[in-house]
């Protein structure tokens, strides 16, 4: 039998993008069918705000091109994934582009937010630079995609993610800006003067001569890596510093119709390519990397490995590891207590595992309650009285790697209900959420209750947990390295909501 085919379309600033997969088995991915239209959609969302008619029309074309590709690959549309970033997010009229384009074509279209082309950025990485890993997470590091739209930063420190940015900072849309204006177009000055505030908050965050390796991601990248003739290895290319200024210094003086004679390039990509060249540029030129790994792939391909195989332990396993580190580092923005908080999410762990056919939740939520219980107290920097209610509020105005809305949302509820009153109908980022979803932050914030008051003094005394069910009473048992009589105190004020959603009174016993 031959292997499956799996497909991907992506609707990016300047391009729909389309590709076709399979993956053999004991082989990595091989590519059948790729195609890249390209496409002005962020030029008009960035200056009007909307997607014009016209547009519209030559997008579902497209869509109606690739749907007949795809029928001889005998995928439905259906079948095939389609995602959205930058100008999508923003447009306007975003809802009436996808319902066009759903009823016409069949395909539908989901628009990403930026954390999400993070990780999806983090995986097409992993991939890619899977061989080169462990040489990587010796240093610090950073990956940058510049978009059209928007620009994806990804700073580690030897391996672990220290700091994760989505920005409004993509090179159509500071062209536009320009555009119209009394400079009529973006300069290296004032570019450099537009990423300026950036670098300063990367800085503060991991001081940027300490990045040894730069790993340039996307279109813009691949372009240039293809143009420069770059060593080739066989899921990325390697272009030197110099190699790269040089590069860039004679894109951006060139004419958009010189660079398409000069490298055959269609018009409709050069559109920001000479200012992503010295976007990438300015990133770099602070570090201390000497190279600039270029991943072959992008988005789609790592949605495709998802899709496809599924990802590897090893890479499914850092990528949890990644998930736990942003969260750790939001945690220490907020000067927790790091003992406490990684005792409390252990906690947590230990009874969510034991009570799985109480609570009948996914591995995704066993995540979520993870990173609840870390950052449970963070709203202490704003105030101990009510920090619960600062916590949410901080939560949910923070970017935690690899967590999409929905989980900020749930974990800012858990963090919410860890003490106090538990939800009411006043409460709206609770009430607004799906039923699956209030279930889970009750379940889950129950459990994150008792694992709490099981280190009321924060030193730790508490651990190895075993649960006994006992008809409606749930024993629990541990290891204890003191008198605990606070912490029996605190379960006992504290164990309301657990009684309430799983119907066992908690013992200590």
Same mark, same amino acid.
């Given at each position: 039998?031959?292997?499956?085919?799996?497909?991907?379309?992506?609707?990016?600033?300047?391009f729909?993008?389309?590709?076709?997969?399979?993956?053999?088995?004991?082989?990595?991915?091989?590519?059948?069918?790729?195609?890249?239209?390209?496409?002005?959609?962020?030029?008009?969302?960035?200056?009007?705000g909307?997607?014009?008619?016209?547009?519209?029309?030559?997008?579902?074309?497209?869509?109606l091109? *690739?749907?007949?590709?795809l029928?001889?690959?005998?995928?439905? =549309?259906?079948?095939?994934?389609?995602?959205?970033?930058?100008?999508?997010?923003?447009a306007?009229?975003?809802?009436?582009?996808?319902?066009r384009?759903?009823?016409?074509?069949?395909?539908r279209?989901?628009?990403?937010?930026?954390?999400?082309?993070?990780?999806?950025?983090?995986?097409?990485?992993?991939?890619?630079? #899977?061989?080169?890993?462990?040489?990587?997470?010796?240093h610090?590091s950073?990956?940058?995609?510049?978009?059209?739209?928007?620009?994806?930063?990804?700073?580690l420190?030897?391996?672990?993610?220290?700091?994760?940015?989505?920005?409004?900072?993509?090179?159509?849309?500071?062209?536009?800006?320009?555009?119209?204006?009394?400079?009529?177009?973006?300069?290296?000055?004032?570019?450099?003067?537009?990423?300026?505030?950036? #670098?300063?908050?990367?800085?503060?965050?991991?001081?940027?001569?300490?990045? #040894?390796?730069?790993?340039?991601?996307?279109?813009?990248?691949?372009?240039?890596?293809?143009?420069?003739?770059? =060593?080739?290895?066989?899921?990325?290319?390697?272009?030197?510093?110099?190699?790269?200024?040089?590069?860039?210094?004679?894109?951006h003086?060139?004419?958009?119709?010189?660079?398409?004679?000069?490298?055959?390039?269609?018009?409709?990509?050069?559109?920001?390519?000479?200012?992503?060249?010295?976007?990438?540029?300015?990133?770099?030129?602070?570090?201390?990397?000497e190279?600039?790994?270029?991943? #072959?792939?992008? *988005?789609s391909?790592?949605?495709?490995?998802?899709?496809?195989?599924?990802?590897?332990?090893?890479?499914?396993?850092?990528?949890?590891?990644?998930?736990?580190?942003?969260?750790?580092?939001?945690?220490?923005? *907020?000067?927790?207590?790091?003992d406490?908080?990684?005792?409390?999410?252990?906690?947590s762990?230990?009874?969510?595992?034991?009570?799985?056919?109480?609570?009948?939740?996914?591995?995704?939520?066993?995540?979520?309650?993870?990173?609840?219980?870390l950052?449970?107290?963070?709203?202490?920097?704003?105030?101990?009285?009510?920090?619960?209610?600062?916590?949410?509020?901080?939560?949910?105005?923070?970017?935690?790697?690899?967590?999409?809305?929905?989980?900020?949302?749930?974990?800012?509820?858990?963090?919410?209900?860890?003490?106090?009153?538990?939800?009411?109908?006043s409460?709206?980022?609770?009430?607004?959420?799906?039923?699956?979803?209030?279930? =889970?932050?009750?379940?889950?914030? =129950?459990?994150?209750?008792?694992?709490?008051?099981?280190?009321?003094?924060?030193?730790?005394?508490?651990?190895?947990?075993?649960?006994e069910?006992?008809?409606?009473?749930?024993?629990?048992?541990?290891?204890?390295?003191?008198?605990?009589?606070?912490?029996?105190?605190?379960?006992?004020?504290?164990?309301?909501m657990?009684?309430d959603?799983?119907?066992?009174?908690?013992?200590l016993?």
């Amino acid at each position: 039998m031959p292997p499956k085919l799996f497909a991907v379309i992506n609707v990016g600033s300047t391009f729909i993008r389309l590709v076709i997969a399979e993956f053999p088995e004991g082989r990595d991915m091989h590519v059948v069918e790729q195609a890249v239209k390209f496409m002005g959609l962020g030029r008009e969302v960035y200056t009007s705000g909307i997607i014009k008619k016209k547009t519209i029309s030559q997008a579902i074309q497209i869509f109606l091109q *690739y749907k007949e590709l795809l029928t001889g690959y005998g995928l439905a =549309a259906e079948s095939v994934r389609v995602i959205g970033t930058a100008a999508l997010r923003e447009a306007r009229n975003r809802d009436t582009f996808i319902d066009r384009v759903e009823v016409r074509t069949g395909f539908r279209i989901q628009v990403l937010d930026g954390i999400e082309e993070n990780r999806l950025s983090y995986m097409a990485v992993q991939y890619a630079l #899977k061989d080169q890993w462990s040489n990587l997470s010796k240093h610090n590091s950073m990956i940058a995609e510049v978009g059209g739209g928007s620009t994806e930063l990804i700073l580690l420190r030897r391996g672990m993610i220290c700091a994760v940015h989505s920005l409004n900072f993509g090179t159509v849309r500071l062209e536009e800006a320009y555009r119209g204006s009394q400079l009529e177009e973006i300069t290296p000055q004032t570019l450099r003067q537009s990423m300026n505030t950036t #670098k300063e908050i990367l800085d503060d965050e991991m001081k940027m001569s300490t990045v #040894k390796s730069f790993i340039a991601v996307g279109n813009y990248a691949r372009l240039a890596a293809e143009i420069a003739e770059a =060593a080739e290895g066989d899921r990325y290319w390697r272009v030197n510093k110099t190699q790269w200024l040089q590069l860039t210094h004679v894109i951006h003086r060139l004419t958009p119709e010189e660079i398409v004679r000069r490298y055959g390039i269609p018009a409709s990509a050069v559109e920001g390519f000479g200012s992503a060249l010295l976007a990438f540029f300015y990133l770099l030129e602070d570090t201390a990397a000497e190279e600039v790994f270029i991943p #072959k792939v992008g *988005y789609s391909e790592g949605l495709l490995v998802e899709l496809g195989p599924g990802i590897d332990d090893d890479i499914q396993n850092r990528f949890l590891q990644q998930v736990r580190a942003s969260a750790l580092s939001l945690g220490k923005k *907020y000067h927790f207590d790091v003992d406490h908080a990684k005792h409390v999410a252990d906690l947590s762990l230990q009874i969510f595992d034991q009570m799985k056919r109480d609570h009948n939740l996914d591995p995704r939520s066993r995540l979520l309650l993870e990173i609840a219980g870390l950052l449970h107290d963070i709203g202490t920097y704003i105030k101990p009285s009510g920090h619960h209610k600062h916590g949410q509020y901080l939560v949910e105005n923070s970017e935690i790697f690899g967590l999409n809305p929905s989980d900020i949302a749930i974990i800012g509820n858990v963090v919410r209900y860890h003490r106090k009153s538990g939800p009411v109908p006043s409460h709206l980022n609770y009430t607004s959420l799906d039923r699956d979803s209030r279930l =889970a932050i009750l379940k889950l914030s =129950a459990i994150l209750r008792v694992a709490d008051a099981l280190d009321r003094g924060h030193s730790q005394k508490i651990t190895n947990l075993r649960l006994e069910r006992q008809e409606e009473e749930m024993h629990i048992r541990g290891d204890y390295t003191a008198d605990v009589a606070s912490e029996r105190f605190s379960l006992s004020d504290k164990c309301g909501m657990f009684e309430d959603v799983f119907g066992y009174k908690v013992i200590l016993t």
